[in-house]
T-cell receptor, first 114, second 111 residues
Framework: EPEVTQTPSHQVTQMGQEVILRCVPI?????FYWYRQILGQKVEFLVS????????KSEIFDDQFSVERPDGSNFTLKIRSTKLEDSAMYFC????????????FGQGTRLTVV | GQNIDQPTEMTATEGAIVQINCTYQ??????LFWYQQHAGEAPTFLSY????GLEEKGRFSSFLSRSKGYSYLLLKELQMKDSASYLC????????????FGGGTRVLVKP
């Protein structure tokens, strides 16, 4: 069964460093998302991406964040200068269409900023 | 704005039935999803409702009342592996398929 894959599963980084979280969405999906979940809290939307551009972003997704789809398969989330409060599980998700269909989530990358 | 409420935790016995309620206030409501999330894992899709009524899928059913801003997820014949968090999430017309999640309901199934 096709699945969304994310790497790495766990990343530890020092405050102020840049990190890139990688995702390979399901191959025939057209809509891509990043969500995050701080430990013990709810899943929060960060950004959606369609047709090679951001379609929506949340207040969390400030200038420190960027997304890219550098080739036909990868979808990356970059955090330019990490802060302690960026520590969270980051989930990539993809969907076939933009409406009324489920999003499939990857297993997540646990980011720990020290 | 979006506001989603669901109970924090519920406990039930193996073999029993549990109903998890979710109330929402979502401008431009366009559908409601239920996801299951085991600790430390990704959310996995359970059900989707956009019209009023009951959707049944094996041991799991989901109900929606748009006029009341209310949904429930019904888990029947509970198994130990059903111990997980159950996340209610809404989408709205202006936002494509972006999901707005509630805080989740942690269900503990006891023998």
């Amino acid at each position: 069964e096709p699945e969304v894959t994310q790497t790495p599963s766990h990343q530890v980084t020092q405050m102020g460093q840049e990190v890139i979280l990688r995702c390979v969405p399901i191959s025939n999906h057209l809509y891509f998302y990043w969500y995050r979940q701080i430990l013990g809290q709810k899943v929060e939307f960060l950004v959606s991406f369609y047709n090679n551009e951001i379609s929506e972003k949340s207040e969390i997704f400030d200038d420190q964040f960027s997304v890219e789809r550098p080739d036909g398969s990868n979808f990356t989330l970059k955090i330019r200068s990490t802060k302690l409060e960026d520590s969270a599980m980051y989930f990539c998700a993809s969907g076939r269409t933009g409406m009324n269909t489920e999003a499939f989530f990857g297993q997540g990358t646990r980011l720990t900023v020290v | 704005g979006q506001n989603i409420d669901q109970p924090t935790e519920m406990t039930a016995t193996e073999g029993a039935i549990v109903q998890i309620n979710c109330t929402y206030q979502t401008s431009g409501f366009n559908g409601l999803f239920w996801y299951q999330q085991h600790a430390g894992e990704a959310p996995t899709f359970l059900s989707y409702n956009v019209l009023d009524g009951l959707e049944e899928k094996g041991r799991f059913s989901s109900f929606l009342s748009r006029s009341k801003g209310y949904s429930y997820l019904l888990l029947k014949e509970l198994q130990m592996k059903d111990s997980a968090s159950y996340l209610c999430a809404t989408t709205h017309k202006a936002a494509g398929n972006k999901l707005t999640f509630g805080g989740g309901t942690r269900v503990l199934v006891k023998p």
